[in-house]
């Protein structure tokens, strides 16, 4: 009798030894195994899915553990598996929805260009996917019923993108961020002012600037004066592919409509995405009487403005000296 119970105490021992080391002993998993996990799907499913990944040695390891955690819930998106895990540590991990994703940063006035130049550093979203849905303006069609494309509604901030996130849905996570914002800064004229906030956005990174470069070209507009905004001819040059790192009399020549020198106002619309900054000081540009700014030409990236053209000119034979 002795001896069937020690047998039996043995035999117990070594199950659960068994099942102890099944459940949290580390497994090899395969390099960077990502699992897409669909919401609804059953533990067993699960299990079966990470099995043939090769994330777990066996379903039913998965399966133990969720017997001795059968109130846990797993949750649906997709996962990164990588290093050597156990059941156990896959499970919690499911369980707590660490879910996969990579952030991306979008610095202040960054254009749809820029953007779909930082997305070609990633392996999750085409850059020429995301520029034929960021040229679709359905999005912000209710907020500005004559926007040529997304430019300027996505906003600059940082977000998280997964390998099943389309161009799309970054488009519209950028475009709900703009419409926080917005409705924040409790604008109007939602077309004009943030097509103004950009071309700021572009001119100045001084944040004292920005009202009085608005303010500038406030009163360029009501002079019908043109603009004369040189990042808007840049613009023009990437809409049309033709845009070589510089500008060229030929850019300052063009017919396109987003060259303020060749056309007074605005152009069709924003140039590049403006942040908070700058969508503020569109909507209360400083109050002054200049009409012109130039770079000081110091290194500091600061401007001179004038009120007449022979400060003005004087200003520019300034800026010339000190780069020579």
């Known amino acids: 009798m002795r001896k069937l119970l020690l047998f ?24 960077d195994a990502f699992v897409e996990i669909s919401r609804g799907t059953s533990t067993r499913a699960i299990a079966n899915q990470l099995a043939d990944e090769g994330v777990i040695r066996s379903p039913y390891a998965l399966l133990a553990v969720r017997a001795l955690r059968p109130g846990s819930k797993l949750q649906a998106g997709e996962y990164e598996f990588s290093g050597t895990l156990s059941a156990w540590q896959v499970f919690d991990k499911i369980r707590l929805g660490q879910v996969f994703y990579e952030e991306i940063t979008v610095p202040e006035g960054s254009s749809l260009f820029d953007i779909a130049t930082l997305l070609g550093r990633t392996d999750m979203i085409k850059p020429a996917d995301f520029l034929v849905a960021a040229r679709d303006p359905a999005l912000i069609q209710d907020l500005d019923a004559v926007a040529p494309s997304l430019e300027g509604y996505l906003f600059p901030s940082t977000y998280r993108v997964t390998h099943t996130t389309t161009a799309k849905d970054l488009c519209r996570q950028m475009t709900e961020e703009f419409r926080r914002q917005w409705k924040a800064i409790h604008g109007l004229n939602v077309h004009h002012v943030v097509t103004l906030a950009s071309l700021v956005e572009k001119e100045t990174a001084i944040p004292a600037e920005r009202p009085l470069v608005a303010a500038v070209f406030e009163a360029r507009l009501k002079l019908n004066m043109p603009l004369q905004c040189d990042p808007t001819t840049v613009y023009a040059a990437l809409v049309e592919n033709r845009y070589r790192g510089t500008i060229y009399k030929s850019d300052l020549a063009s017919k396109n409509a987003y060259n303020t ?10 140039i590049a995405n403006p942040g908070a900054d700058c969508l503020k000081a569109a909507l209360q540009p400083a109050q002054t009487k200049a009409l012109y700014f130039v770079a000081k030409g110091d290194g500091s990236g600061s401007h001179h403005f004038s009120a007449t053209i022979a400060e003005h000119e004087a200003a520019v034979r300034s800026y010339r000296k000190s780069q020579r």
């Open 261 to 270: 020198y060749a056309h007074a106002g605005l152009p069709p619309g924003p």
């Open 8 to 31: 039996l105490l043995l035999f117990g021992a070594a199950v659960i030894g068994g099942a102890v080391y099944w459940l949290t002993a580390p497994f090899a998993v395969r390099e």
